[in-house]
């Protein structure tokens, strides 16, 4: 219950279908029935416009923002909420709930299939039939809202429940449609599935190491579907066994965070022009469904090469860890080795992980900073590093070419 002791409510819907704004309509006047005090504001989904009801007027406020789809600057419009109210929505709409329920704001959305996948009834929202849904919406508004410690407990378990599942796994296995069909949706909403997801990112960082730090800033400023995290690096004589330990420990800590998926960065890391947020995340998904355990933005080298499709490559091993994606699946493994003095960390990961990919073209590269804690060959050679990446990056393209040719040729003989 809010302070003024008026609950405020947002709708989510696509007002340009009559029967939404019938449904919009007849709650709000069972709820004025009630001498129920409330604030109702509207997110179209269909036209992105914003909308505020002042008693039974309908009148656009486009000026407050409220765009369901850039949250990050309207966090405070977003919490002022205490309902979202969804009619009819298809799947790829209720993205909108994710970011809500982060700020504990619970979920009321008619039913249809694969709703209960995302909605928790009683935990993170409730779910209605549509018969009859104005009436019992605003019947269970009231009811919830009245009652402070009913209400104060749906806040703390819709946050609870918004921590525990809508990661990756929601988007991947939890909705109950295709890898095409999600990707043919995608394609007719423009990405917006992908306005929610977020990537935890680990940073690795000495403290001493400012130009490195300022670097990797201004890689991933503009980027919001990273969420950075900033690790410091373990130190230790031999700079490969202290990359490894850090390693670790950000393994342990998304082991603990329960992530679905981590990206580990290093801070020479340098984006491509080939970098895009919509096809990073398409990649991640594909290889999660080949149940890849480390995808790669980019290598340093390799040993051999199969294209999956025109982005994705599967390797046997590889060079260089400034930018890599890992699988909950590779969790254990890497907590399981015992590192040695003369390992290296793309080394093991290379040998202990039996599924890993490329991105390619590249999105990462890395930055020459004059040194390497890495490697001895790096140390001595800083300026080969550039040579290593521009030489994978031919390899790769050869192998994409010759595979085509190869492809094309068993179809002309068929």
């Known amino acids: 219950m809010t302070s003024n002791n008026v609950c405020h409510i947002v709708f989510a819907c696509d007002f340009s279908r009559k029967i ?17 005090a409330f604030s109702m504001s509207f997110i179209d989904i269909a036209n992105h416009y914003d909308f505020d009801v002042d008693n039974e007027l309908f009148t656009n ?25 969804m009619i009819n929505p298809s799947m790829i709409d209720l993205n909108i709930l994710f970011k809500f ?27 209605l039939p ?29 946050i609870n429940v918004y921590k525990n599942k809508f990661k990756w796994k929601l988007i991947i296995e939890k909705i109950n449609v295709s890898f095409k069909n999600i990707f043919k949706q995608l394609i007719v909403t423009n990405n917006k599935l992908f306005n929610w ?3 935890p990112t680990y940073i690795i960082n000495l403290p001493e190491r400012t130009e490195r730090k300022r670097h990797i800033e201004e890689q991933f400023k503009g980027k919001p579907e990273f969420d ?22 950000i393994i342990n800590i998304a082991k603990e965070n329960n992530e679905d998926l981590i990206v580990i960065c290093e801070d020479d890391h340098c984006f491509t022009r080939h970098y895009s947020k919509e096809n990073l995340f398409k990649n991640i998904i594909t290889a999660y469904k080949y149940n890849v355990e480390l995808l790669s933005g980019g290598i ?33 493994h890497i907590l399981d080795y015992k590192f040695n003095d003369n390992d290296t960390a793309d080394g093991v990961l290379s040998n202990i992980l039996s599924k890993k990919m490329t991105i390619w073209p590249f999105y990462s590269t890395q930055r020459n900073f004059g040194y390497s804690d890495v490697t ?14 521009k030489s994978s990056d031919m390899r790769l393209a050869e192998t994409f070419i010759k595979y085509k040719i190869s492809n094309s040729d068993d179809e002309n003989n068929s």
């Open 61 to 85: 406020h486009a000026e407050k923002e409220i765009n369901g789809y850039n949250f990050k600057k309207k966090l405070s419009v977003i919490r002022k909420f205490d309902f979202i109210i």
């Open 197 to 199: 997801l977020y990537l």
């Open 228 to 249: 950075l995290i900033w690790v410091e690096a373990c130190r230790h004589p031999i700079g490969r066994i202290g990359l490894w330990l850090s390693i670790v420990k």
């Open 130 to 158: 549509s018969e009859y849904f104005p009436s019992r919406c605003a019947e269970l508004i009231i009811n919830v809202y009245n009652d402070e410690f009913v209400f104060n407990r749906l806040v703390i378990s819709t």
């Open 376 to 389: 001895a060959i790096n140390m001595q050679n800083p300026d080969r590093i550039e040579e290593f990446f």
């Open 300 to 332: 340093g080298g390799f040993g051999t090469a199969l294209p999956v499709n025109s982005s994705l490559f599967w390797i046997n091993w590889y060079w260089s860890n400034q930018f890599i994606v890992i699988y909950k699946s590779a969790y254990q």
């Open 20 to 36: 939404n704004c019938n449904i919009v309509y007849l709650t709000y006047f069972n709820l004025c029935q009630s001498n129920f």
């Open 101 to 127: 329920s982060a700020y504990g704001i619970p979920s009321i959305v008619n039913y249809f299939d694969g709703v209960n996948k995302i909605i928790d009834s009683g935990k993170n929202g409730y779910i």
